[in-house]
């Protein structure tokens, strides 16, 4: 028992000492700005990722839809930045000077309602959480509560994920459309497209990354992540027992949707414009994709999944660039068929046993085998 | 001549047979024979790049930033053998001040953040000293700020909806009003329009196309609009704006859809009995590679109105047509957008000769008032607003997927991005 009641066991701990050694000291050392920049925008992902091993892989619900959640987070952001850029100096061109440039290219002639309050930037931090959240809970509760679960919520969850494409394209007018919402300059009068913001921005990633890490083991080690798991393995006997099953879905879709929302802003930030292509289906699975890469159990592994997919397709790409989508599909179908539960479990199975011994002494890792259980995120067999 | 005869030496013990060696000798005076340009009067590195671009005594570096994969990959090939066949012929001329030309490719995967990265990559990591690429606005929106933050040039082949003017970027292809002005007015006087139905895909590029066009009916031309109508891209069930159509009897068609959805448009078109020889349709979205997938016998009889056909008859377009077809393959076809990309490469040579610098702040300031005289589509010429002044054609589409052209204008017709009066 005493081993649950810590945050981090003393692996977790040293995998927690080594991603920071990683992303706070090997990266920023090693890489100049440009590729930094790349791997913040990697770091993006990860918080999908994050979210999506509490959701699918804790609590068992696999959510095609992780872009809306993505997109509404990035979206927020993107329309307060957009507001900033658009002042009436910077826009006296636009036969509407002062409002953003794609409203004027669709012949609007003043700021739709709905953009009015994202003029303030705490206005905005709030909706980055709330929007995304209320529209979780608003999914989450008209699904779970009629007990849809499994494969048709997943249908449904990337059907929203096509219908906000579709919403966000065919009003371009007020959002930009296809385009998206591009040229994001400041924030508050801050040059965010410097090299010296970008490697501050960075920083303030990996900050909030950590944080999400945090607050993903705290729900994991809580009696709520045991519920989660207890009820991936076996919802009805949860339900039998006394629990609102609905309830604890419900949650588990609300938090990974709004970690992959803060992703989102993040996103905006780095790369400094939002489009409809990270909203739609593609990006929904590909961030799947990263998750079941990394192992879908840990939350370190998903981290170091989006990484490395990431690095992938860019390599590839820039190699290769008329053959790597062949190359990035056969990555992830020998990943799918020869390591199942990601490259968490290849560690887990592989190289943690040989490290143990040496970290820990031989009867500390032997007793701490011995004490593995189906809660610590091993699927159960 | 005597440091080439130096490289045998490294081989040292591997000396090649002597009968390796002696065929290599005889083909040293015919090094001597190939053409030998300007390498010596090459100005020194150090004065014509001051700005740390990839330019060395030898080469220089540029970048070539389409999609090969994706849904617009179809549409971005054409414009990558363009660009790749101008920088083969440059090469073959001595490069661009004695300097060759290497190019870097990167795919941007039919997605616009993808754009964006590669764009940076181009101009942080490989300092090219110019890109050619984009293709749809999207990716076009997604890579301006990046080019105008680290100072890149980029020669952006596409016809688009105008609105745009960056000290960073050349516009090779029309900007709205060049492909729409004239040939409305050609088939209001021609064909006698009263009445005209505007169609399109459901972006920006066609949205502020008939903008333009319904300002000009209704302002210029004091004739109809009696319908428009938007599909969402890849949409492919037009049979309703079909019923439509025949209902109200427009003298004109006017499309402006892109992509996939353009097969399934002019197909049910035929289907529903509208033929093309009758009723006057005219388009700005279909070229010569978009008739590949149509079918010509879909869509024979549909008027175009562009600035380039592959049938165009000057000795340019010949030489350039016979040129394409030999690197890539007798099949290739040729479409508008295609022979805007391959004006990007030369255009960038010319300005760079004219300004005898490759950086970016000079090369801006001289290109207004770059021609080429050797374009297929006949002499162009830049514009102070960076766009080209170029000539507007009607084309009729043939069933064999060409065009005969039958109309030009009799003059360069002047680029204007922000029209006065059609906003």
């Known amino acids: 028992m005493n081993e649950n009641a810590r945050l981090f066991d003393r692996s977790e701990l040293m995998a927690l000492a080594a991603l920071a050694l990683l992303l706070l000291v090997i990266l920023p050392l090693g890489l100049d700005v440009f590729r930094l920049n790349l791997v913040a925008k990697y770091l993006t992902y990860a918080f999908v990722a994050i979210g999506l091993v509490l959701c699918w892989g804790c609590g068992g619900i696999l959510s095609l839809g992780q872009g809306v959640f993505f997109g509404l987070g990035g979206y927020c952001m993107a329309m307060f930045l957009k507001l900033e850029a658009s002042s009436v100096a910077n826009t006296k061109i636009q036969s509407t000077p002062g409002i953003p440039d794609f409203m004027d290219w669709n012949q609007l002639t003043q700021l739709p309602f709905f953009w009015q309050p994202f003029h303030s930037l705490t206005f905005t931090i709030v909706a980055i959480f709330a929007v995304p959240a209320i529209f979780a809970f608003i999914v989450g509760a008209a699904l779970f509560k009629r007990q849809v679960g499994g494969v048709y919520f997943a249908i449904i969850t990337q059907a929203i994920a096509a219908i906000l494409t579709i919403l966000i394209v065919g009003q371009q007018g007020y959002t930009g459309g296809i385009n998206g919402i591009t040229d994001l300059r400041t924030l508050k009068g801050w040059d965010i497209r410097t090299d010296q913001a970008k490697f501050i921005l960075y920083f303030v990633e990996v900050a909030f990354l950590f944080a999400t890490v945090v607050a993903a083991q705290f729900v994991r080690r809580s009696k709520l992540g045991r519920i989660l798991v207890a009820m991936r393995e076996k919802e009805d006997r949860v339900r039998f027992s006394g629990y609102s099953v609905a309830n604890f ?21 780095e790369v400094g414009f939002m489009s409809p292509s990270f909203v739609g289906i593609v990006p929904s699975i590909e961030m799947v994709i990263y998750t079941a890469v990394g192992g879908r159990l840990s939350i370190f592994g998903a981290i170091y999944g989006t990484l490395i997919v990431n690095f992938a397709k860019t390599s590839f790409s820039e190699s290769f660039p008329q053959l790597w989508l062949f190359g990035l599909g056969a990555l992830f179908i020998a990943v799918v068929l020869a390591f199942p539960n990601g490259l968490a479990g290849l560690w887990r199975d592989y190289v943690q046993p040989r490290l143990d011994p040496l970290l820990l002494g031989r009867s500390a890792a032997a007793a701490k085998w011995a004490g593995r259980s189906v809660a610590d995120g091993a699927a159960a067999e | ?30 090094l001597s024979m190939l053409p030998r340009p300007s390498f010596a009067a090459a100005p020194p590195t150090s004065v014509v790049n001051t700005t740390g671009l990839a330019v060395t005594d030898s080469e220089v570096t540029v970048g070539i930033l389409h999609s090969v994969t994706g849904t617009m990959a179809i549409s971005e090939t054409g414009s990558v053998e363009a660009e790749k066949l101008a920088i083969e012929q440059i090469n073959a001329e001595g490069g661009v001040l004695g300097r060759k030309i290497k190019f870097i490719q990167e795919d941007g995967a039919s997605d616009w953040p993808t754009f964006a990265e590669k764009a940076k990559k181009l101009l942080v990591n490989d300092k090219c000293a110019a890109v050619m690429g984009c293709w749809t606005s999207a990716s076009r929106k997604a890579v301006l700020p990046v080019f105008e933050q680290y100072n890149g040039m980029l020669y952006y082949p596409t016809f688009y909806e105008g609105l745009e003017q960056s000290k960073n970027v050349i516009y090779t292809g029309q900007e709205a009003t060049q492909q729409i002005i004239a040939g409305l007015d050609w088939v209001s006087k021609e064909k006698g329009a009263k009445t005209f139905y505007l169609l399109g895909s459901d972006y920006i590029w066609p949205r502020t196309s008939n903008k333009i066009a319904r300002k000009h009916i209704e302002n210029h031309l004091k004739t109809k609009v009696v319908g428009e109508e938007y599909f969402p891209l890849g949409h492919t069930q037009f049979n309703s704006v079909i ?10 068609i006017y499309a402006i859809i892109v992509g996939g959805s353009n097969v399934a448009f002019y197909k049910q078109l035929k289907a529903a009995g509208i033929d093309l020889s009758k009723q006057t349709l005219l388009t700005i979205s279909v070229t010569e590679d978009e008739i590949d997938g149509i079918g010509g016998e879909n869509i024979a009889g549909a008027y175009a109105c562009m600035k380039y056909f592959q049938s165009l008859d000057n000795p340019n377009n010949k030489a350039f047509v016979a040129a394409f077809k030999k690197m890539w393959g007798e099949k290739t076809v040729i479409g508008d957008v295609t022979q805007a990309a391959y004006l990007g490469p030369w255009l960038w040579k010319l300005t760079v000769e004219k300004a005898n610098s490759f950086d970016i702040d000079k090369i801006a300031a001289a290109s207004p008032g770059v021609e080429f005289k050797g374009a297929p589509e006949g002499y162009v010429r830049i514009h102070e607003n960076h766009h080209l002044w170029s000539k507007t054609r009607v084309g009729r589409a043939r069933p064999d997927g060409q065009y005969d ?7 360069l ?8 009066g059609y906003q």
């Open chain 1, 249 to 269: 879905k419900i949650f588990a879709f609300c938090i990974a949707a709004v970690f992959a929302a803060v992703g989102g802003a993040l996103f905006t930030l």
């Open chain 2, 1 to 30: 001549m005597s440091d080439r005869n130096d490289s045998y030496k490294p081989w040292g013990p591997l000396a090649p047979s002597r009968r390796k060696l002696l065929a290599g000798m005889a083909a040293l005076p015919a």
């Open chain 2, 243 to 252: 019923n439509k159509i025949k209902l109200t009897k427009p003298d004109v």
């Open chain 2, 405 to 411: 052209v039958i109309y030009e204008t009799k003059d």
């Open chain 2, 413 to 420: 017709v002047e680029p204007d991005p922000f029209p006065k």
